[in-house]
């Protein structure tokens, strides 16, 4: 037995610890079903563990059909902290939205594996199977408060656009089958720079349906329509999830298969990009900023942020643009699982909003909890020393390499539009004064821990970024 | 796309065969409509109304339940045909991967059980 | 031991997290021990890794260069910033300057703000300094120093402006940084064509930041950059430098830093901050050798400065002012050493000048804190009874830097006008003027001494009764550095004496290369180096005689030299006095118009109707957009489903109209 099958140990370690939560769910007691989270999370270490295992060794496994280079594994981490940060925050919240029950943990271990099998498929197929996995299980999530009538319609559009979308992406499959006789990404990737398509028009009409298929999942403009409802709509704690984990699948999937197997069209492709990329700024950051809950502001600012990692894809340079997205994708991971943790803690008294008394003078009441908003806020916006800025720095600088003078400038001129109503959230919380009869909760044991490693991770990405771009040079050198 | 030809005839079989059998039934199907046959039933119900009828959730739980199970055998099947060749080269590895896969669907069948997806009450 | 160099900077660090976040909390007691301790700490680290490098030398002396590097920080194509660290003669020689001058200011401190309310402010603030100069210097490329360089900047205005309650403080510390400024715009201009310069080159392999690249590939390829390039380089560094060095044009802020508590006069003026020039151009004394034009400027400019600020402590009553002054002038000097390429003598001059200055300050300050806070010399003297101990120190500080053989000052500042003289690029006009200028700063001194500590006691009454000398926390560090200040001189005596010359063999590795292509030993004779050598302690001695005559023996030679120069006099005294109304000249060229500009042009017109209405119009058009975009999420799924095939046709149509 030869040791490509433990390519995807990672995967087969969150398999079956989701298994093994729901065989755990069917003997547990209700009240003692938070422990389940406990499981989880270890199955969630210990898959993160076996990345490290295998960093060392990139190959392809599966005849060619999954690869575990730096790009896949990095990708796992992202999808893992985001996995870990989630849980951690959930346990409490699920028991305080009255909806404590095991198949959230497996469903979030199996939308994760998903996403893992979307960042290291070699082949369409692949990434299509990984896509269903993880979309499924999210369509599931996203309706988990099942007596919540906003989390089912929610559940239903995102579903029933996530459809849609995926018809999409499937039949953009069939089409570059159609003109390049393969689905594997390494395949294509020769056919097309060989010239040997069997039809131009084909092949186009395959990339058009792939873009559609990858923007809906990313949210860019005018496939982002189902996210801020979804978003609103969603438990908060799987909000979370599907804007840093679910996001990011995307990403790796969309990099993967633009920055390698269509790379050689690259000067075919970058147009439609740019184009969209510049929409998706500019709606995502203008809409955000009519936004009175903070929950609905952080889905449009969800949307920008595509726009600029949409950036990287756009620069076209495996090694510059794959580097730079994933390490924008850890520290937006990290940001906004933070950001949306403290939106959890706020709105368990109902509506969050800008001017409402849930952020009006949150620095008096709660000091460190202002501080780490305020920080994940400026993150965001892309004010050093965050993780943020140094993402954006990266991505610009990637865009400006590949001569994309004014993608770069207007990436730069969305940045400080968004400064905007992201200070605002500081603005309300340090300059407000707090509404009298505020009562005080507390935190969770999950929730400070979420929130210490995230200020943790923010500052570490925004101070010493060089040792994580180390990790990331070449980080598609299976097929350089 | 000489290579398709069998999936060509393949697809003509089968829509031979679900034609055929519609013809067939509607040939060989006595045919009487007598008044009684047409007037209304004994309980006053018109028997012309719409079709669009609310089935119970019930039967998508089941037949879902049973199309992932299904599936499982068919699963089961080129493995099986495939066995045989390819265990010089696979070796324990063949009886592995099947019994992993079994053994998930047994977790879920086990899961399905307990949640009591079997039970129709 | 060289290895943990990295553990110098961290100590000050440590202590400004422990006094910045939990100083409140902390008893009094515990601050300034604790932040003495911290800085205390790296000076031991820095007297070990000194001996360590001195044994790797020894063992062989092409082992003098050493980089610890610690992480990438940021890396992007050619542009690698790296926090690294080196070590060589010249950065331990600093380092050594820095925490051991540094930790004596830090315990005298203890005592000198021991009513201060904000203490632990206060000595945040100093060892954040601390911890910027050690950056500064110890940063083995251009970005880590400039990090230095900033923060340096940073804690000059967050110190002088100190008791920012007091207007003349807060204004003071804001020119420390906007003069700081100007220089450091410059600076980093420079840096970014050196950058520039460098990454384009075909062959250039190293990274276009750090020094060691750098230094090594223009020695190597004397002629690959033309000359040009160099000059402007090395002129934007410079002025980087006039500003940090407080050199002309940029030296204006300097004399007005006393505002801030004296030991951080003592600081800024000694150990830190204004040091911070002349090593970067001994630092990149590469480049300045390549640009000889520049060098020559730096001549100029180092000895102008020298005469300039000499003339104006001529007048000054004001005791902390007298020593600015004198600072500014010493700095001339130094510069006036690395402008003829003599940048040991240069370095040397900042060693002695750190322990006489700081012990000037200090001094100053143990009176000023005796007298309550009075510090102008008119209401002083006759302090020498009451305050043996800092009458004693003070004195060997000032024969010290007056020149006056055996003490630390006549070494430097002797090697730095031998130089001036005899070197390649030195000139006799350099030379005259140097020693011009010395016979001003003797004079000064004594004559601050002279008023200070001798005559008729001036003091009101009522401080009279309180007279007495400092307490030992302060006194002992002026003990110290008098020993230092006396002794220090020695580590560099001249070779016609024929014996080692300690100093200019430990730091020759560093300059051995980038110079001996242009500077060949100095070719004087010994006769001529003993000559100026006796007119320079002559030149001291006179300052030292007149100013006696003038200030304590005979009042009446004073009175008769004023008469007779009578109107002459009175126009001189009072331009010096007022500083050559530099202060004003700069207020109505520079200071008034920008402000006339910004307040009429840019404020009210740019500002108020272009800006303002560009950006609230932005703002309204973006919230006005931003509320239609937001109608359009209707909530229904056929919408969004029409939306996403909209999507799709454009995206066919991209593809379908290429």
């Known amino acids: 037995m030869d040791n490509t099958v433990f390519t995807l140990l990672p995967l087969m370690i969150l398999v079956g610890f989701s298994l093994l939560v729901l065989v755990a769910d069917m003997m547990l007691a209700r009240e003692q079903r938070p422990a389940l989270g406990i499981v989880a999370l270890i199955g969630v270490i210990v898959s993160l563990i076996s990345c490290s295992w295998l960093w060392n060794a990139p190959q392809t496994a599966w005849s060619d059909m999954i690869v575990s280079d730096h790009f896949a594994l990095f990708s796992y981490i992202i999808f893992l902290v985001s996995t870990g940060l989630t849980l951690l925050l959930s346990m409490r919240y699920l028991s305080e939205e009255d909806i404590q029950f095991g198949e959230y943990y497996a469903l979030l271990l199996l939308a994760a594996t998903g996403a893992m099998l979307m960042a290291s498929g070699l082949d369409l197929m692949t990434i299509f199977i990984g896509l269903e996995i993880l979309s499924i299980s999210v369509y599931i999530l996203a309706g988990f408060?099942?007596?919540?009538?906003?989390?089912?319609?929610?559940?239903?559009?995102?579903?029933?656009?996530?459809?849609?979308?995926?018809?999409?992406?499937?039949?953009?499959?069939?089409?570059?089958?159609?003109?390049?006789?393969?689905?594997?990404?390494k395949v294509i990737s020769q056919v097309v720079s060989e010239g040997t398509i069997r039809s131009q028009s084909f092949l186009w009409i395959g990339i058009a349906l792939l873009v559609a298929g990858f923007g809906f999942k990313v949210a860019l403009f005018p496939f982002h329509v189902w996210t801020p409802d979804v978003y609103e709509g969603a438990p908060t704690s799987v909000t979370a999830f599907m804007s840093t984990a679910v996001k990011a699948a995307g990403f790796a999937a969309f990099g993967r298969v633009f920055l390698s197997a269509l790379q050689p069209m690259h000067a075919d492709w970058t147009g439609i990009l740019w184009i969209l990329a510049v929409f998706t700024m500019f709606f995502g950051n203008i809409t955000a900023i009519a936004q009175r809950s903070v929950k609905r502001m952080l889905a449009y600012s969800s949307i920008a942020h595509a726009g600029y990692m949409l950036i990287a894809i756009i620069a076209g340079d495996a090694n510059l643009s794959s580097g730079s997205l994933l390490f924008y994708l850890l520290g937006y991971a990290f940001t906004n699982v933070a950001a949306f943790g403290i939106v959890i803690y706020l709105s368990r008294k109902g509506e969050t909003e800008f001017d409402g008394k849930d952020y009006a003078g949150l620095a008096i009441r709660h000091p460190w909890l202002a501080f780490v908003m305020a920080v994940c806020m400026v993150s965001l916006a892309g004010i050093p020393p965050t993780a943020g800025f140094m993402g954006k720095f990266y991505i610009f600088s990637a865009a400006i390499k590949a001569k994309f003078y004014w993608l770069a400038v207007l990436g730069v001129i969305n940045s400080v539009i968004s400064v905007y109503y992201y200070l605002r959230v500081i603005f309300v919380m340090y300059f407000e004064k707090p509404a009298a009869d505020y009562v005080h909760g507390t935190l969770s044991l999950g929730m400070k821990i979420v929130l210490i490693l995230s200020v943790i991770g923010i500052f570490q990405l925004g101070t010493v970024p060089g040792s994580v771009m180390a990790l990331l040079q070449n980080s598609m050198m299976v097929f350089q | 796309m000489v290579e398709y030809l069998p999936i060509l005839v393949m697809f003509a079989i089968a829509i031979a065969m679900a034609v055929v059998i519609l013809v067939l039934t509607h040939l060989l199907g006595p045919r009487q409509d007598d008044p009684v046959k047409l007037s209304m039933y004994e309980s006053g119900v018109n028997p012309a109304q719409d079709s669009k009828v609310r089935f119970s959730v019930k039967f998508y739980l089941v037949a879902i339940l049973f199309v992932l199970f299904d599936i499982e055998v068919v699963f089961l099947y080129p493995w099986a045909v495939t066995y045989k060749t390819l265990l010089s080269s696979l070796g324990w590895l063949m009886f592995w991967q099947m019994f992993i896969f079994v053994a998930v669907l047994l977790v879920g069948f086990g899961y399905v059980w307990k949640k009591g997806g079997l039970q129709w009450d | 031991m060289i290895n943990l160099v990295w553990l110098v900077p961290l100590f000050p660090l440590i202590g400004v997290f422990i006094n910045g976040f939990w100083g409140r909390k902390l008893p009094r007691s515990v601050i300034g021990g604790l932040a003495s301790a911290m800085v205390g700490l790296s000076f031991i680290v820095a007297v070990l890794i000194f001996f360590d490098l001195l044994r790797q030398i020894q063992a062989d002396h092409h082992h003098f260069y050493?980089?610890?590097?610690?992480?990438?920080?940021?890396?992007?194509?050619?542009?690698?910033?790296?926090i690294a660290f080196l070590v060589d003669p010249l950065s331990t020689l600093m380092m050594l300057v820095v925490t051991g001058v540094g930790f004596l200011i830090h315990v005298y401190s203890i005592g000198y703000m021991d009513d201060e309310p904000s203490l632990a402010r206060y000595f945040t603030y100093l060892n954040l300094f601390t911890f910027a100069m050690l950056l500064l210097v110890l940063g083995n490329n251009f970005l880590l120093m400039f990090v230095g360089w900033e923060g340096v900047g940073l804690c000059s205005y967050l110190l002088i402006g100190f008791w920012f309650e007091k207007q003349s403080a807060s204004d003071a510390g804001k020119k420390a940084f906007i003069v700081n400024r100007i220089g450091d715009f410059a600076f980093i201009l420079g840096v970014m064509l050196t950058f520039s310069t460098f990454v384009n080159l075909g062959d250039f392999e190293g990274n276009a930041l750090n020094f060691y690249d750098l230094f090594q590939y223009v020695i190597e390829h004397p002629t690959a950059i033309p000359t040009w390039t160099f000059s402007l380089i090395c002129l934007l560094l410079f002025l980087g430098a006039t500003g940090k060095s407080a050199q002309i044009p940029l030296y204006v802020w300097l004399p007005d830093a006393m505002e801030g508590p004296t030991p951080v006069s003592a600081l800024i003026h000694a150990a830190t901050m204004v040091t911070a020039g002349i090593y970067m151009v001994a630092r990149c004394h590469v480049f300045f050798l390549n640009a000889p034009d520049v060098l020559a400027v730096v001549a100029v400019i180092g000895v102008v400065t020298a005469i300039f600020s000499a003339t104006i402590a001529l007048v000054q009553t004001d005791i902390k002012k007298v020593l600015a002054y004198s600072t500014v002038s010493q700095l001339g000097y130094m510069f006036l050493g690395c402008g003829v390429g003599a940048f040991t003598a240069g370095i040397f001059h900042v060693m002695t000048h750190a322990f006489f200055k700081a012990l000037l300050f200090m001094g100053a300050g143990s009176v000023i804190h005796a007298l309550h806070h009075e510090q102008d010399i008119r209401n002083m003297g006759g302090l020498k009874d009451y305050m043996p101990k800092t009458r004693w120190t003070f004195l060997i500080a000032t024969i010290a830097i007056a020149g006056i053989p055996p003490l630390s000052g006549f070494f430097s500042k002797d090697e730095i006008l031998w130089y001036a003289f005899s070197s390649e690029f030195g000139h006799w006009g350099l030379w005259l003027i140097g020693a011009i200028a010395a016979f001003m700063t003797s004079f000064y001194m004594f004559r601050l001494y002279f008023l200070t500590f001798h005559g008729e006691c001036r003091v009101d009454h009522h401080t009279k009764a309180h007279l007495h000398e400092s307490p030992?926390?302060?006194?002992?560090?002026?003990?110290?550095?008098?020993?230092?200040?006396?002794v220090g001189g020695f580590v560099g005596i001249p070779h016609v004496f024929h014996v080692p010359n300690l100093l200019h063999d430990f730091l020759h590795p560093v300059f051995a290369e980038g110079t001996e292509r242009f500077m060949h030993e100095s070719h004087g004779a010994a006769s001529t180096e003993f000559l100026l050598m006796a007119i320079s302690v002559l030149i001291a001695l006179a300052g030292l005689f007149l100013a006696w005559n003038f200030y304590l023996k005979n009042p009446k030679w004073k009175e008769k030299y004023e008469s007779a120069l009578d109107g002459l006099y009175t126009v001189a005294y009072r331009t010096l006095w007022n500083k050559y109304y530099v202060d004003e000249l700069y207020d109505l060229v520079v200071v008034k118009p920008v402000r006339w500009t910004s307040e009429r042009v840019l404020w009210k017109f740019g500002d108020g109707v272009v800006i303002e209405g560009i950006v609230n119009g932005v703002a309204k058009v973006t919230v006005f957009t931003g509320q239609m975009f937001r109608l359009a999420q209707t909530g229904y799924i056929q919408n969004y489903a029409v939306s996403i095939v909209i999507g799709l046709i454009i995206v066919f149509s991209y593809f379908m109209l290429k």
């Open chain 3, 66 to 82: 050493h980089e610890v590097h610690l992480f990438t920080w940021i890396s992007a194509g050619a542009f690698e910033a790296n």
């Open chain 1, 145 to 185: 408060a099942r007596r919540n009538e906003r989390s089912l319609e929610s559940a239903l559009k995102y579903f029933l656009l996530g459809a849609f979308a995926t018809g999409f992406f499937l039949y953009g499959i069939a089409m570059v089958y159609g003109a390049t006789g393969t689905t594997n990404i």
């Open chain 3, 472 to 486: 030992s926390v302060m006194t002992v560090p002026l003990i110290i550095l008098a020993f230092l200040a006396a």
